[in-house]
């Protein structure tokens, strides 16, 4: 009997590989990342904890990796390939494919009776028509930003500190400093003021008017 989990990699290799390939994506393993100056998109292709040999779920999570997130949010060296775990504005194809808050969790799923003409074309299909589309909105490290705060305003937000790295990252000093500001106002924790107050002097951002 063929076992589902032979199928699925089969699936990775003959179908979603190839497919990112031709949009200059590199592979490792079940992650994919295509890499521009100072920003990469990144593609995790996840198995389900709860498969077994008959049944198999696999789902597609993408994201945004920003280098110079790297020794500042990041305490780490900018990897050579990166992943989208450690990536910014990390989203599930479901959540590309919703138009509203409320969206099923999207699964492709694999069993003896799974139709693989239908589902491989599906998976093309989300692939060419939702994830590359998705990614071509971010050309620069700025439509980055402007992607972060597009999300913020829908109520959707990263670590507060990202936005502030990336904001000095652009050049504009003045949103790093006022970001930070107006985050130290809002801790509600000794642990929070302190990591902020950390990361502006390590930013070397002059905030003058911070309190212990």
């Given at each position: ?66 280098e110079s997130l790297y020794g500042t949010y990041y305490q780490d060296e900018p990897p050579k390939f990166p992943l ?129």
């Open positions: 009997m063929v076992k589902m989990q032979d199928v699925f990699k089969q699936i990775l290799k003959d179908t979603i590989a190839p497919l990112l390939k031709k949009h200059r994506f590199k592979k490792k393993g079940n992650n994919f990342v295509r890499t521009f100056s100072g920003f990469s998109w990144t593609i995790n292709v996840q198995s389900s904890s709860w498969n077994t040999s008959e049944d198999v779920a696999f789902t597609i999570n993408t994201g945004i990796s920003v989208e775990v450690d990536s910014v504005m990390r989203l599930r194809i479901s959540e590309l494919k919703s138009t509203s808050d409320q969206h099923e969790d999207i699964w492709y799923k694999l069993t003896p009776t799974t139709n693989l003409d239908d589902l491989t074309e599906q998976i093309k299909q989300d692939i060419e028509k939702i994830i590359i589309p998705h990614f071509q909105q971010f050309q620069s490290v700025q439509d980055v930003i402007q992607g972060l705060e597009k999300r913020e305003v829908q109520g959707y937000h990263e670590n507060p500190h990202v936005l502030a790295v990336l904001y000095l990252e652009c050049g504009d000093k003045e949103a790093a400093k006022e970001r930070l500001k107006s985050f130290f106002a809002e801790c509600e924790t000794i642990e929070e003021r302190q990591e902020t107050k950390d990361l502006a002097k390590q930013l070397d951002l002059e905030i003058t008017d911070f309190k212990s």
